[in-house]
Structure formats: structure tokens, C-alpha cells
């Protein structure tokens, strides 16, 4: 949904009332995740996809229908429906699709969680979807505070401590309650669309392969950092992707923000100079960083780990490095080898095997990994 907030919000700020249709559940190998949405105006226009094109004419229409008459709809498309094959969903999946009609009037005020997203600040929109509650109330939840009408207190109070704790992780997904919000019940479903801050991916060194490397992780959704000791390469000009460029060595500038580092957090080191990466490895490898990867040859990376084991750290740290940085792609340029960063990052995330899928069999789609270092959806 992240990826259409701008067209949400220029619909919001024209006064236009709009339908908002989000991948709620899915099953097998449906082409999107929960979450992925789809904006339809009243005027017709469309942004955003909840299928990578398998059923958005279908959704389209059911989107006109709900503008049209106001009442939300639960819509399910997938190989097992009689019409699988006429919408299109062919890839056997099944996708459960939420469609709510919009009104830029109407609370709780979505502009402010427009807002929140754009600054970067964490939120989730909490939308009762099923059940005998009341179908289509929503509820803004920050880390301090809520915003909207769901019902009985029981329930928003139950909603706004397990939102947060999604928040928390940057997960989206459904809860269930019972009518007056008893855990451990499941006739009422609330499906939660979580909007943590951007994962972090942190570039150290100012070389071409990092500007590379800046743009594929921009393109991932990270929010990216440059660093670098020397001033002279560790310009903002030659890292237009980067969100920040900061001069400094790079064991100082990562032990400084330590505390901040977490599982959806990438650390690339690209020095390949021992005075450079050896000290930031030290103390990444110490980091709960999900992906920590080291660029340089088989010669750099052994003279690398003997370094490290001098410096203190344990086999299971080690374990953590990925080094030489990146699936074996053959790449040789700046752009080929940040492709082949990217490669490892998503497999990372997701628990991929890295083989060609015509090699492989079972499902295309996988569970998230248990450590993912990939950027979060949203």
C-alpha cells in the first residue's frame, strides 16, 4: 500500500471519494502478500495492484459497485472459484480481497496516516472486516495513541495493545476476537496493515560499487546510508539514491548507532581494506543486523576471518558474514554486482534457494525467513 500514498493522497486532498481494495489473506502461491493494494477513483482511475494484473479487472468492478452503493465487500479469487480461469488468477492461488469505499470526510482522518507514513513514523490501520462487529470501522493506531471508533471498548483496547505489538515487528495481518474483543475467540477478524519505518541498509565505503549497490537498495525499499572516512569520495553527488551521506570512519559512525540496528537491517561493507572493514565487521557481526555481507576476493575474505578471529569473535559470528557479498551471478560491473547483492538479500528474506526456478519444483512463494534482512512490505 506504501506504493500508492501519493495517489491516496492527492484523491483525499481533491475531495474525491475513492475505493480502497487490500490483499487481506492468501493462500499458496498468490502473487501478492497481504497488504497489497489497489486505489480505484470515481472517475475510474487506478493505482496500485492486488495481483500483478491476474484480477485486477474483477476488482475493478467490484470497486465501481462499492463506490456506488457504500458498503464494503470480502472478496475471495483463486483456481478453486468456477470463474478462476474468466478473472484470470491462473497461477493457483487464492487471494481474499478487502474493498472499502473512502470518503475524504471520514473518520478517523486518513490524511494523518498518510502523513505519518511520509515521515517516516510507525502506524497501522486496524479494519474490522468479518464477524458481527461492525463491518468496515477503522482505527489508527500509533505507538502513543489511537484514533477511531471500532466498537466496544473491550475491544479497541484489546486491538490497540496487539496492533502495537505488530507494529513493533512491522507485520501485517489479520486478529481475531470475539464480539466484545475476547482473545482466544475468532468470530470477529480485524485485518491490520502495519507501516514501520523503511528497513536500513548501511553502505560502507564511497566506491563505485556502492553507488550501485545504493541505487538496487533504494529500489528495495531500504533507506539507505552511505559512509565513508574520506570527504573527497563521500559526497551526496555521487550517491543520489542514498538518503544520507555520512563522513566518518566506519566503526565509529556504526558503533554510534548500534541501538538502532535490527533484524530487517543490511550491512554491506565494500571497503575491502582491512584498516576499514575489519573494525566495522567487528562490531556488525555483534549487531542483531538480519544481513551482514563483505565485499572482496576468496584471498581478502580469508585474510579477513583471520583477522576477525584475532579480534575476538566467536565462530557463530563468523558464521553470520557473507562474504565475497553476493549470489553467484557471474557479475563483474558496478550494476551487475549490486544485482547480484539484491539476489542475496531477497534470498535472505524470504529462505530461497538461489537455483534457477526451472530447476526446482514445489511453490514459488515462501514464508518469510526467520532472521530476514530483506526491506519490509508495506
Not at 582491512?274 to 575474505?301: C, N, Q, W
Not at 515462501?366 to 534482512?373: F, K, T
Amino acid at each position: 500500500m506504501r506504493d500508492i500514498l501519493p495517489s491516496i493522497s492527492g484523491l483525499l486532498a481533491d475531495g474525491e471519494r475513492f475505493a480502497l481494495a487490500t490483499v487481506v489473506r492468501t493462500f499458496r502461491s498468490a502473487p501478492r502478500e497481504p497488504g497489497a493494494a489497489m486505489a480505484v477513483a470515481a472517475g475510474g482511475e487506478v493505482s496500485g495492484s492486488v495481483s500483478g494484473g491476474c484480477v485486477e479487472g474483477a476488482v475493478y468492478e467490484l470497486a465501481q459497485q462499492v463506490i456506488a452503493d457504500g458498503r464494503p465487500a470480502l472478496a475471495r479469487y483463486g483456481v478453486s472459484d468456477d470463474d478462476a480461469f474468466a478473472v484470470g488468477l491462473t497461477c493457483g492461488g487464492t487471494i481474499e480481497v478487502w474493498v472499502e469505499p473512502v470518503d475524504p470526510g471520514a473518520r478517523p482522518p486518513l490524511p494523518e496516516l498518510v502523513a505519518s507514513v511520509r515521515e517516516h513514523r510507525p502506524v497501522a490501520l486496524a479494519t474490522v472486516i468479518d464477524g458481527p462487529g461492525r463491518i468496515g470501522a477503522r482505527r489508527i493506531v500509533w505507538p502513543d495513541r489511537a484514533e477511531g471508533d471500532l466498537g466496544p471498548a473491550r475491544l479497541e483496547d484489546a486491538v490497540d495493545d496487539d496492533v502495537r505489538g505488530m507494529l513493533a515487528q512491522g507485520r501485517t495481518g489479520e486478529l481475531h476476537y470475539g464480539a466484545s474483543g475476547e482473545r482466544r475467540l475468532d468470530e470477529l477478524t480485524v485485518f491490520v496493515r502495519s507501516f514501520a519505518p523503511p528497513p536500513r541498509m548501511l553502505v560502507f565505503g564511497a566506491i563505485d560499487f556502492a553507488a550501485a549497490v545504493s541505487r538496487v537498495g533504494a529500489f528495495l525499499g531500504y533507506r539507505v546510508t552511505v559512509c565513508d572516512a574520506r570527504p573527497v569520495f563521500a559526497t551526496p553527488r555521487r550517491f543520489p539514491d542514498a538518503d544520507e551521506v555520512v563522513v566518518k570512519w566506519p566503526h565509529v559512525y556504526l558503533a554510534e548507532i548500534a541501538d538502532e540496528v535490527d533484524e530487517r537491517t543490511a550491512i554491506c561493507v565494500l571497503t575491502h581494506d582491512p584498516k576499514f572493514d575489519v573494525p566495522v565487521l567487528e562490531i556488525a557481526l555483534r549487531t542483531r543486523a538480519g544481513y551482514v555481507g563483505a565485499m572482496g576476493s576468496r584471498r581478502t575474505h580469508d585474510d579477513r576471518m583471520a583477522r576477525l578471529r584475532e579480534a575476538g569473535l566467536t565462530e557463530a559470528e563468523l558464521a553470520r558474514l557473507r562474504s565475497p557479498i553476493g549470489l553467484d551471478l557471474g557479475a563483474r560491473t558496478p550494476e551487475e554486482t549490486a544485482v547480484s547483492v539484491a539476489a542475496e538479500l531477497v534470498q535472505n528474506r524470504w529462505g530461497g534457494s538461489g537455483r534457477p526456478l526451472t530447476t526446482t519444483g514445489g511453490r514459488i512463494h515462501r514464508e518469510p525467513a526467520a532472521a530476514p534482512g530483506g526491506a519490509a512490505g508495506g
